[in-house]
């Protein structure tokens, strides 16, 4: 026997994963982190304030404690240990409802990945009968979690991109399926002098404007709205369009589109496509997790991205590509003008 060779539990540990990821589906669901914030407490105490049973729920809750989330003190009372923390709904810089929505209809996604490795079409829509779009609109309370964790995963690379890229010469932003205006409303509050709209499918909006309405930026409001549409048809005017975590959902023919209808409502402007790419030399296990998870939720045919494919799907679309950048989160900006 080979002493170097792996031992047979790393492959058990790893397919265990997924049992792991519904650990933390649960805590993100029960809003554990939430009941923790002001003091340590015991399962007992837990499952009364989230009205599960206690022996799961501490089974669960020691497993995590492995991984950082929580923290023992006495032997009995849970706390909230760094990772945990972030599962607290109002932590700045929470990621409750993005474990909440992956340990959900993502999820169920990724077990019919013998669906798409044998079809290549998409295991949400074979798990589902729809897409994840068409499932959100039946489903309000999988899309009230899917706007906040979308909100979530954006709102660093949003925060970025409002300081690092020249709005000079720029009136009107659009952002492009823009879904709470996580962007464009960092954008906003970082230039004054600009406007901003951002389209999205009209539940969205709606729920958008009533969240923000009640938010600490409620006055943006009065600089940004918010325009029911659908971006394979049409795209209100303006002078740079911001399509942003939106081209990885779709297969390249309805990525060209979308950039279509930009480039038919574009005068003069530009278009800003922000996205992760499949690096070349060396992808990170993320980007190549990432890659999969595409195949399993996205539009059938959707596959990850090298910049020579962006570059493509832009120029197809009727776009030069003469500017690109890479923002601190990793994602990569492409600027499109008209060719
Ligand atoms: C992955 S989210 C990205 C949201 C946001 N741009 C961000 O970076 O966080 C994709 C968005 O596209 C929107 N969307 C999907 N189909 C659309 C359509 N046909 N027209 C307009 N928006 C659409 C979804 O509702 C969702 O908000």
Request: one cysteine or more; glycine letters at 8%.
């Amino acid at each position: 026997m080979n002493d170097k060779a792996p031992s047979g539990m790393t492959l058990i540990s790893l397919t265990g994963s997924a049992l792991l990821s519904q650990c933390i589906h649960v805590v993100a669901r029960l809003g554990v982190a939430d009941h923790l914030a002001e003091s340590a407490k015991t399962c007992d105490e837990l499952a009364k304030l989230t009205g599960c049973q206690p022996k799961p729920l501490s089974r669960i809750m020691r497993a995590l404690v492995k991984f950082g989330l929580f923290m023992v003190e006495d032997g009995q009372k849970f706390s909230l240990g760094p990772l945990g923390a972030r599962l607290q709904t109002e932590h700045p810089r929470s990621l409750r409802h993005f474990c909440m929505l992956n340990g959900a209809e993502y999820y169920q996604a990724y077990g019919a990945l013998v669906h798409t490795a044998n079809t290549g079409q998409s295991g949400l829509r074979h798990v589902y009968g729809t897409s994840l779009y068409e499932h959100m609109e039946r489903n309000p309370e999988t899309a009230r979690v899917y706007d906040l964790a979308m909100d979530e995963i954006s709102r660093d690379a949003a925060v970025d991109l409002a300081s690092s890229y020249d709005y000079e010469g720029v009136q009107t932003v659009v952002d492009v399926g823009g879904g709470s205006g996580v962007v464009v409303r960092a954008i906003l509050r970082a230039h004054p002098q600009l406007r901003g709209l951002c389209v999205d499918r009209q539940d969205v909006c709606e729920r958008a404007v009533k969240t923000i309405a009640a938010s600490r930026d409620a006055e943006l409001l009065e600089r940004l709205n918010f325009v029911a549409g659908d971006f394979f048809e049409e795209l209100p005017r303006g002078d740079l369009y911001i399509v942003k975590n939106v081209l990885h959902n779709w297969n390249d023919a309805s990525c060209v589109r979308i950039l279509e209808t930009v480039r038919r409502a574009l005068d003069g402007g530009a278009l800003l496509v922000v996205e992760h790419l499949v690096e070349d030399d060396e992808p990170s296990l993320d980007r190549l997790m990432n890659a999969v998870l595409q195949m399993a939720i996205c539009e059938d045919e959707t596959d990850a991205r090298d910049e020579a494919r962006m570059r493509a799907i832009m120029q197809e679309a009727g776009f030069t590509v003469p500017r690109m950048g890479q923002l601190g989160t990793g994602h990569y900006w492409f600027e499109g003008r008209p060719a």
